[in-house]
Nanobody, 117 residues
């Protein structure tokens, strides 16, 4: 499988916002649309954790730690998913990745998000 392209990370002060994008252009559209897609993150020294998921029709779920601050969305025609992150906290610092909810797709390089206090 070809790796996804994750982008949009950066350095931001606490309270700031970032919007992440993930493109899985090499997936067949029907395959992409059949997947519940998600954003994951991995902080230094910690295990990768699931942050948010979204179904093809837009039903979303969030980890308690980001509920009310992050919003996941997707564009099925473009095979993209997004993560709007508001009110960022230092504990949101991590590398962010996209994959399906079952982690069956290939992992990309991720995009680094660093939140300074």
């Amino acid at each position: 499988q070809v790796q996804p392209v994750e982008s949009g990370g950066g350095l931001v002060q606490a309270g700031g916002s970032l919007r992440l994008s993930c493109t899985r252009s090499r997936l067949i559209t029907s395959t992409f649309n059949s997947k519940i897609m998600g954003w994951y993150r991995q902080a230094p020294g910690k295990q990768r954790e699931l942050v948010a998921t979204i179904t093809r029709l837009g039903t979303t779920n969030y980890a308690d730690s980001v509920k009310g601050r992050f919003t996941i969305s997707r564009d099925n025609a473009k095979k993209k998913i997004y993560l709007q992150m508001n009110s960022l906290k230092p504990e949101d610092t991590a590398v962010y990745y996209c994959n399906s909810d079952t982690q069956e797709l290939s992992w990309g390089q991720g995009t680094q998000v660093t939140v300074s206090s």
